[in-house]
């Protein structure tokens, strides 16, 4: 009968999604406990379908719902009864629970050939029982017991792969982001049927973490406020589930280039000495791969390029030819017009036309310039702004010789400049945070509303663009496809846009106007891609001296003034 279940899952692989639910037995388990596991289709996606899986804890605890785990399948299409079979990926969450960023890396293998599976860690989600009103973060004891706990479950997890008929049990790997990818490590050390390991802003020494990152404050301060005897049981009990435990029995795998580190350079959340420690402990740490001049909620900027890396790690275990030919690009089928507007028109979404970003997630540009003028002067700088749901945003300036500056929006107004003293707008409990520029002129506001609606505009409307301006498909000076665009009044005014990979992100421009010249690199372009609230925050080790709101406000208000009237 096991045997006939296991076929018919491999069908359900090659062929269309089954109906209703099926349960499926696993008689190999770390612990040595056989259990079943049940399977439900959930959703068909391109290349893909998603099962919502459940399946017994390895640990029971007091409270049913926490004993049960819940995970999301993301099966290949195309796997039939006698193909090779496929590499696997466990893939973990963040600490702060919003499942989106898992959700796209198991998403981004799948789509790629691998199946991939993500499962909410104990206490998250439909595992937090009802009447549990504290944060189990906010208590060390339970935290350290749901990461003992999580980290079982990890096992158990690979436990369910290694039975699936379409996946290679000897080429099982996990990968997990900040909490997620610590305890990847952890797991991966603990558990040798764990053949790769993508740890991405993750490090070792998580005693040294919590102490430090402000978003582990309150777990921090109860910690230190614990009788010394039941203090020292909970650290001993963090440090056996730390990476750096761990490390020692993973070391071998990672100097055979099965462990990668992608890590950000400027991690306000995970010190960089915990990187190193970890990195050093597996032999590693000229192998890390460093997102220079980011930070642990600002490395999405380099998002796809991580998620990039990380799947092609993975995707160095598949059977040669099974793997999937590459999507055609989005681009596909556009003239050059049409790409360079598309561009122009997400430009518009971004400065406020259209739909603005959902809940957790944020518009993100990163740009860095240079420009000549004509007399030879040289100015450079670089600017990184981040527009999130309602009125949330960051606005980060660099512009030498004049310097660095910060203005921005969480549960309130802020700025900062220069050192790390940040004045912080104090609003009461009961106001929302405002629009930032509500202050403004009217003509001006009017002015950025008139701006960003004409560029949202120009999509459906390309021949308004192409009254002024020729484009048409060309290399630039490096050889790299792009597109030249040419003042049609002016044809010694003109310029060459690079895109990335995908056709539709900007990479490169370079161009010259009117004796201006100038190059900007596009660091990130992404609309609708994950955020945290800590992103809209000060880092934890800034000086903060609260001001009036208004205050800020009024300052934001005159700012928009000035550039206004600057750009006429």
């Known amino acids: 009968m096991p045997t006939i279940l296991l076929l ?3 069908v359900w692989g090659a062929g269309g999604p089954p109906a209703g639910e099926a349960t499926f037995p696993v008689t190999e388990a770390f612990d040595g406990r056989p259990f079943e596991y049940r399977m439900e289709f959930a959703a068909q996606r391109p290349g893909y379908r998603v099962y919502q899986l459940r399946y017994p804890s390895p640990v029971e605890t007091p409270f049913a719902a926490n004993n049960t785990i819940s995970a999301e399948y993301y099966l290949p299409d195309g796997i039939g009864p006698d ?28 789509a790629r050939g691998i199946p991939a599976v993500w499962f909410k860690l104990p206490y998250y989600g439909e595992r937090r029982p009802e009447g549990l009103k504290e944060d189990p973060r906010h208590d060390p004891a339970r935290f350290v017991e749901a990461l003992t706990q999580g980290l079982l479950d990890v096992r ?19 990968t997990g982001i900040s909490l ?3 305890l990847a490590g952890t797991a991966a050390g603990a558990d040798p049927r764990i053949h790769r390991a993508a740890l991405i802003l993750a490090g070792g020494d ?4 919590i102490y430090h990152a402000r978003e582990s404050r309150r777990t921090a301060e109860l910690l230190r406020a614990l009788p010394p005897d039941r203090r020292r049981e909970v650290e001993q009990t963090l440090r056996s589930v730390d990476p750096l435990t761990h490390a020692g029995a993973l070391r071998d795998r990672a100097r055979d280039g099965r462990v990668l580190m992608i890590n950000a350079g400027a991690d306000e959340v995970i010190p960089r000495k915990c990187t190193d420690k970890l990195a050093n402990a597996l032999g590693i740490a000229d192998e890390v791969i460093w997102l220079d001049d980011l930070g642990h ?8 390029q991580a998620l990039g890396r990380t799947v092609a790690f993975f995707a160095e275990d598949l059977p040669e030819g099974v793997e999937p030919a590459p999507p055609a690009a989005p681009a596909a089928g556009l003239t050059p017009l049409r790409r360079v507007v598309q561009l122009v028109q997400q430009a518009g979404t971004f400065l406020g036309a259209g739909t603005e970003p959902r809940a957790a997630r944020c518009h993100f540009i990163d740009v860095e310039a240079t420009v000549t003028l004509p ?3 040289q100015m450079e700088g670089s600017a990184r702004i981040i527009r999130g749901e309602g009125h949330r945003f960051r606005a980060e300036l660099d512009v030498p010789p004049l310097g660095a500056a910060v203005l921005a929006q969480g549960h309130g107004p802020w700025m900062a400049a220069g050192d790390k003293t940040v004045f912080y707008g104090e609003l009461p409990p009961d106001r929302a945070p405002d629009h930032p520029f509500h202050l403004a002129a009217e003509a001006n506001m009017l002015k950025l509303r008139t701006a960003a609606g004409l560029l949202t505009v120009l999509n459906f409307s390309p021949e ?24 049609k009044d002016r044809p010694g005014d003109s310029g060459i846009l690079v895109f990335h990979e995908d056709g539709v992100t900007p990479k490169e421009a370079s161009f010259d106007v009117e004796g201006v010249q100038g190059r900007v690199v596009f660091r990130a372009w992404q609309l609708d891609t994950v955020a945290h609230e800590t992103l809209f925050e000060p880092s934890g080790d800034a000086v903060i001296q609260k001001v009036d709101a208004d205050d800020l406000y009024r300052m934001f208000a005159a700012l928009l003034n000035l550039a206004a009237e600057t750009i006429r």
Not at 97 to 105: I, K, P, R
Not at 467 to 487: C, F, K, Q, Y
Request: hydrophobic share 45%; proline share 7%.
């Open 375 to 377: 007399d030879g002067k």
């Open 464 to 487: 308004l663009v192409e009254r002024w301006v020729a484009a048409s498909d060309e290399e630039d000076d490096d050889g790299r496809p792009g597109i030249r665009l040419t003042r």
């Open 8 to 10: 018919l899952a491999t």
């Open 180 to 182: 997620g990818g610590m």
């Open 206 to 209: 998580v005693l040294e973490i």
């Open 83 to 110: 193909d090779p079979r496929r590499p696997a990926v466990v893939c973990l969450h963040i600490l702060g629970g919003a499942f989106e960023l898992v959700q796209l890396v198991s998403s981004s293998l799948a």
């Open 156 to 174: 158990r997890t690979v436990d369910v792969l290694a039975a699936r008929p379409e996946v290679d049990p000897s080429r099982i790997g996990v």
């Open 297 to 304: 909620y600002t490395a999405i900027a380099a998002l796809p």
